[in-house]
């Protein structure tokens, strides 16, 4: 069976974005090619990427055409050519598939429906940020691995990673890496019965 593997960054104090709108609440990321390298290694072991409509749409004015540019760097290529050919799985009640090639939208459904793709055939699924997202299928239990990139950074308020969490879930450390930027990448798998 396929996995569900959440790929976020978040603050030392629990948050996956800031308080500030858009692509701004992303900013105090910390980034470096080590911690590209290392992501993208995972990320093209895969063919699935599952988001949240907000994501999505940012993924989408972006990475089609990153490679395009004249500064493109190294990981723009890489990250793009993967993203293009990548299936898309999207959460939202707004989106309309038929304007989006190689995309799957669920909007209803839900535990049937990702259950639905966790039997279906090819490699685990990542789901990049996507807080919303997350949110709902923390709520459903359908998620099989954090890999958690913990910032060197107190943000105090914001979008938390962890909300309305009613049941206790039990996780195991199967990794971890320190980057030289004071980024932690821990990797927990949920533990089932």
Known sequence: MRKI???VHVSLDGFVASTAKGPAGLGWISISTDLFEYVEQRIQQTDTALYGRTTFEMMES???TAADKPDASPHDHEHSRWYKSARKVVLSKTL???NHVNTQ???SNLSDEINKLKHGSGSEILM??????THAL?????IDE????VNPILLGQGIPLFKNI???TALMLVNSKIFPSGVVCLQYEVKRN
Request: glycine fraction near 4%.
């Open 128 to 133: 990049f940020g996507s807080p919303s997202a």
């Open 5 to 7: 593997v959440s790929f």
């Open 146 to 149: 954090y890999w958690l990139f």
């Open 138 to 142: 923390m709520a459903e239990n359908l």
């Open 62 to 64: 972006y990475w089609p």
């Open 166 to 168: 009613k049941d206790k």
């Open 96 to 98: 309309s598939e038929k």
């Open 105 to 107: 939208i669920i909007s």
